[in-house]
């Protein structure tokens, strides 16, 4: 018997609306639960040649996934349904961007140093999907590392000297070759891997099979 708090690893990018709604849903089975954890987030960029000034993401979702106008309009429905339930409002404007996440996972993976990481990582995601600013910009990442109490001159120098960014893709690297191609994908206790928002019911049930 142990009392080693259950070790939770995330893997997800910025800007996967799907990360956000998969966290909300184990978030929300970890309360039901209270299972002890620690959660442990790690970097992966769905679009790493994504240009600095971003795309229009109806565009990005045609080219990258062939979906109609239709279809995409229908998924948006669906999150943005599902972000309701989980107390999460996704802002989908008429030029809502995708961005290069590379600067994120470095600056993330300073806060880790801090062990503000989690806390970050909710304000990103809050300042891209709701409140729809641009992440490709740096002085708005240092923004909200300021915003949330983080030395923002000290982001600044991060995201200037690039000093994590082999540390970033060391870790894209690693997580690639333990055959992670998309995300949110979340292990459990360094064994247990479960890909894709899985909703509260099955978090649940996974957290009561792993930590009777």
């Given at each position: 018997?142990?009392?080693?708090?259950?070790?939770?690893?995330?893997?997800?990018?910025?800007?996967?609306?799907?990360?956000?709604?998969?966290?909300?849903?184990?978030?929300?089975?970890?309360?039901?639960?209270?299972?002890?954890?620690?959660?442990?987030?790690?970097?992966?960029?769905?679009?790493?040649?994504?240009?600095?000034?971003?795309?229009?993401m109806?565009?990005?979702?045609?080219?990258?996934?062939?979906?109609?106008?239709?279809?995409?309009?229908?998924?948006?429905?669906?999150?943005?349904a599902?972000?309701?339930?989980?107390?999460?409002?996704?802002?989908?404007?008429?030029?809502?961007?995708?961005?290069?996440?590379?600067?994120?996972?470095?600056?993330?993976?300073?806060?880790?140093?801090?062990?503000?990481?989690?806390?970050?990582?909710?304000?990103?995601?809050?300042?891209?999907?709701?409140?729809?600013?641009?992440?490709?910009?740096?002085?708005?990442?240092?923004?909200?590392?300021?915003?949330?109490?983080?030395?923002?001159?000290?982001?600044?120098?991060?995201?200037?000297?690039?000093?994590?960014?082999?540390?970033?893709?060391?870790?894209?690297?690693f997580?690639?070759?333990?055959?992670?191609q998309?995300?949110?994908?979340?292990?459990f206790d360094?064994?247990?891997?479960?890909?894709?928002?899985?909703?509260?019911?099955?978090?649940?049930?996974?957290?009561?099979?792993?930590?009777?």
């Amino acid at each position: 018997m142990t009392d080693q708090p259950l070790r939770i690893d995330i893997i997800s990018d910025v800007m996967c609306p799907w990360c956000v709604i998969g966290y909300r849903q184990l978030s929300r089975a970890l309360e039901q639960t209270g299972v002890a954890h620690e959660i442990q987030w790690h970097p992966f960029e769905l679009n790493p040649q994504m240009p600095a000034e971003g795309q229009n993401m109806r565009e990005h979702i045609a080219e990258k996934y062939g979906s109609t106008p239709e279809q995409s309009a229908q998924s948006r429905a669906q999150m943005t349904a599902l972000g309701d339930e989980l107390e999460f409002e996704f802002s989908w404007d008429s030029d809502f961007r995708m961005h290069n996440t590379f600067n994120t996972h470095q600056l993330l993976h300073w806060a880790g140093e801090l062990s503000r990481k989690h806390e970050l990582k909710q304000a990103l995601f809050k300042a891209h999907f709701t409140d729809c600013r641009n992440l490709s910009d740096n002085a708005v990442l240092n923004d909200i590392a300021g915003e949330i109490g983080l030395d923002r001159e000290e982001a600044a120098a991060v995201l200037d000297d690039q000093r994590f960014a082999q540390a970033v893709r060391d870790a894209e690297t690693f997580w690639t070759q333990q055959g992670i191609q998309g995300v949110p994908a979340v292990v459990f206790d360094r064994k247990h891997l479960v890909t894709g928002a899985q909703g509260v019911d099955n978090y649940v049930s996974i957290l009561r099979q792993l930590a009777p």
